[in-house]
């Protein structure tokens, strides 16, 4: 007797986000953007000039350092604004939170736990980002 070895028909799932969890907020959950090559690159394009102007500042006067202090936050609002799909289970000022109010009006240290989880997403290590 023959046993076939015909090819499953089982289909491949995969989701472009992936649910996390808040650590500092119970309840609170974020959908993460998982990066796609072509993803990757249109983030790699729009963080380069914000990364090599902050370095570039960071070595000069108060002024300078001023300047690359607001590049690091232009570049954490980008990261969070390409990265967070959905934010549930928070409610800023009686509002359901989206990426824009919890920018706008909302805790900075969960702001802080949700770029944590996009670049841990993305992979994208601190060389990396310097490299890019």
């Known amino acids: 007797m023959m046993k076939s070895t015909s090819p499953s028909h089982k289909e491949c799932c995969y989701s472009s986000i992936v649910w996390h969890e808040s650590a500092l907020c ?13 993803q990757r690159i249109e983030l790699t394009q729009r963080t380069r000039e914000l990364t ?3 370095e570039f500042l960071r070595a000069g006067d108060a002024a300078d350092q001023l300047e690359a202090s607001l590049s690091d936050l232009l570049a954490r609002k980008l990261y969070l ?7 549930k289970g ?5 509002q359901p939170a989206n990426v824009n109010l919890l920018v706008e009006k909302g805790p900075e240290d969960l702001v802080d736990e949700a770029i944590s989880m996009i670049r ?3 992979a994208l290590d601190e060389q990396e980002r310097k490299n890019s």
């Open 90 to 94: 928070l409610l800023i000022d009686a």
């Open 81 to 87: 604004e390409w990265g967070l799909a959905e934010i």
């Open 52 to 54: 090599l102007k902050n």
């Open 120 to 122: 841990s997403e993305t």
């Open 26 to 38: 119970p309840g609170v959950h974020f959908a993460i953007r998982r990066c796609s090559l072509a």
